[in-house]
């Protein structure tokens, strides 16, 4: 069930209590990569990995929009372009659940309100904390600010590095991938466009 994280029970210690089935489902992969579950520095790692995994996806069952609802309208004649960058996030991929490591920029182009900065970025961890594509994340990111704001425009880029491509498979440090969603005036106007593509550092 989506929510099923805010039902979980606590333990005395106030960590979240891992059904068995769910350690031994972290066991059998642990064997099946050829270890052994039962030696010593593994006896805690199912536990952990749960408690982990409930982590990273925190964000299931949540809603983004929720954190652009307080929004001010007194904003001063200000009718210039909005900017955070270099955020940093982390999700996971949902083609081999290995970590996503990057920074978004996110932008947007006030028409009648605007909410506070750091909203964005909870926008931002709210998809990320769930598998993912990066091309998911940055459309979900910029959607939501255009349908919740209805700014005049939305650019959001985000760059980032995959896991399943630096530690496994073509083995390629390093290397970022880029992914832009723009919206409104960013999309259609081309001085806007290259205004916010500029500020941001592309
Ligand atoms: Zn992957």
């Known amino acids: 069930m989506a929510c099923g994280h805010d ?18 489902a972290i066991r059998t992969l642990l064997r099946w990569s050829g270890d052994d579950p039962q030696r010593e520095g593994l006896i805690d790692t199912p536990k952990r990995v749960a408690r982990a995994w409930k982590e990273y996806c925190q964000g299931n069952g ?23 960058k270099d955020i940093p996030f982390q999700s996971h991929c949902e083609h081999h659940m290995a970590p996503i490591t990057g920074k978004a920029a996110i932008a947007y182009m006030p028409r009648d309100s605007v909410v506070g900065i750091s909203k964005l970025a909870r ?9 993912q594509i990066q091309e998911r994340l940055t459309a979900e990111v910029a ?14 880029v985000i760059e980032a590095q995959h896991g399943c491509m630096t530690g496994r498979g073509v083995k ?20 806007s466009r290259k205004e916010v593509l500029s500020l941001m550092g592309y």
Request: charged content about 20%.
């Open 7 to 24: 039902h979980d029970e606590l333990d005395d210690s106030g960590k979240v209590i891992v059904p068995e089935e769910v350690q031994e």
């Open 62 to 84: 949540t809603d983004p929009a929720a954190h652009l609802s307080r929004q001010f309208q007194e904003v001063g004649g200000y009718n210039e372009l909005v900017l955070l």
């Open 123 to 131: 926008v931002l961890h709210g998809f990320a904390q769930r598998l």
């Open 143 to 156: 959607q939501c600010i255009w349908e919740n704001l209805n700014p005049h425009g939305v650019a959001v």
């Open 172 to 191: 390629t440090p390093g290397v970022g991938m880029v992914t832009s969603r723009l919206l409104g005036c960013f999309l259609e106007d081309s001085r």
